[in-house]
Structures are given as structure tokens and as C-alpha cells.
């Protein structure tokens, strides 16, 4: 059964704090993505990864990093939080890129 | 630049049947999604459209028509269950999905 998981469903951090979002799929895909979802925006997408080491900016990279070194982790990194990342943070996985894309359960983040 | 619209909020009586509208202007054309996602969920799976027609599957079918980019998801035989945001995407040039905002569909009894 094809999953997606990410480190925490729920978290609550102070401005200027580093974050870590972690996101693992045991599908073996070369795509994982992090997206940022809020109300009446849609999904809006952070930063993709085609491969190990490999990241491509997505539409809304500012801000943000991540981090893959190994196939089947993706990490979202928030130097330092601000308010206007508090968000619902979803990561997804895909086989080729137009094969459906896994999504995790996603991360809400709210920044105090 | 690229952009798929999509109504905001639809309703819709239980047993019946809806059709939710999806307009989209992408650079370049791989194919079209539809996810459905629950409140407080991921985004799940539901039809991916790249040629011209209908594909029907079960009580969802997705239509699509490239000449007038334009797709549309029909729900048959509604149920209280598929209350639910549902999200078309368009595959680009650059196979990066671009995501419309979602449509709520509520269903009422």
C-alpha cells in the first residue's frame, strides 16, 4: 500500500525558530515535492526534488530550503519561521511526472 | 501565464447528480488532474484526463476537451460522503502541476 508520511500533523513554533518538516515514502519514487496549502489559494508549490540531491525551486521558494539525501526523505526547512508561514504543509511523491502524486497527511504549522 | 479556474463552492442534494467545471491555461499540455480531498486531509487521487473524452469510473467520470481547455468532473448518485473540496490541475510543459483553488462541494440531504 502505497504511504506517505510526514514527521508531525500538528506544531506550534515561535518566530525566528528553525523548523524541520520530514517527509519519507516507501514507494520508491524519484519525485517529492512540498507544498504549501491555504484557504482560497489552493496548492502552491515550495520546492521539488527529481532525484537524490537534486532540488528545484517550485513557485514560493523564498524562505524556504530543503534537503534530500536520500531517495525516499524529503525535508522542508524554515530558517527562521515567520508569521506569514503559518500554513497547512503538504509533501507528495510521484513515480514519473505525469503519474498521480501520493500525498502525506500533512503538517498545520502555526508560527506565535 | 498559467491558470486553471474553477467554482468556489457547489451544492448539491444527496442521490443526485453534479458536475463541477474546470477551466485551465497552461504552458504546453501533459494531461489533467482531479484530486478529492476531505476536510482536514491530503489530497487523494481521482481521474487524470491527456486525451480528448469521457472516462467514467464507477460514479465519477472525468471529461476533457483540449481544444476549449476546459474539464469537467461528474458525480453521479450522490453521497453524504463525497462532501469534499475537489482539485483540478494541469500538467505543464515542464510536467509541474499548476493546482486550481479547489471547489467545496456540499451535499445536503
Known amino acids: 500500500d502505497v504511504k506517505v508520511t510526514q514527521s508531525s500533523r500538528y506544531l506550534v513554533k515561535r518566530t525566528g525558530e528553525k523548523v524541520f518538516l520530514e517527509c519519507v515514502q516507501d514507494m520508491d519514487h524519484e519525485n517529492m515535492f512540498w507544498y504549501r496549502q491555504d484557504p482560497g489559494l489552493g496548492l502552491r508549490l515550495i520546492y521539488f526534488s527529481y532525484d537524490v540531491k537534486m532540488k528545484e525551486k517550485g513557485d514560493i521558494p523564498e524562505g524556504y530550503s530543503v534537503s534530500r539525501e536520500k531517495k525516499e526523505r524529503f525535508s522542508l526547512i524554515l530558517e527562521s519561521a515567520s508569521t506569514n508561514q503559518t500554513s497547512m504543509y503538504l509533501c507528495?511523491?510521484?513515480?514519473?511526472?505525469?503519474?498521480?502524486?501520493?500525498f502525506g497527511p500533512g503538517t498545520r504549522l502555526t508560527v506565535l | 501565464g498559467q491558470n486553471i479556474d474553477q467554482p468556489t463552492e457547489m451544492t448539491a442534494t444527496e442521490g443526485a447528480i453534479v458536475q463541477i467545471n474546470c477551466t485551465y491555461q497552461?504552458?504546453?499540455?501533459?494531461?489533467l488532474f482531479w484530486y478529492q480531498q476531505h476536510a482536514g486531509e491530503a489530497p487523494t487521487f481521482l481521474s487524470y484526463n491527456v486525451l480528448d473524452g469521457l472516462e467514467e469510473k464507477g460514479r465519477f467520470s472525468s471529461f476533457l476537451s483540449r481544444s476549449k481547455g476546459y474539464s469537467y468532473l461528474l458525480l453521479k448518485e450522490l453521497q453524504m460522503k463525497d462532501s469534499a473540496s475537489y482539485l483540478c490541475a494541469g500538467l505543464d510543459s515542464n510536467y509541474q502541476l499548476i493546482w486550481g483553488a479547489g471547489t467545496k462541494l456540499i451535499i445536503k440531504p
Open positions: 497552461t504552458s504546453g499540455f501533459n494531461g
Open positions: 507528495a511523491s510521484g513515480g514519473q511526472p505525469y503519474n498521480e502524486q501520493f
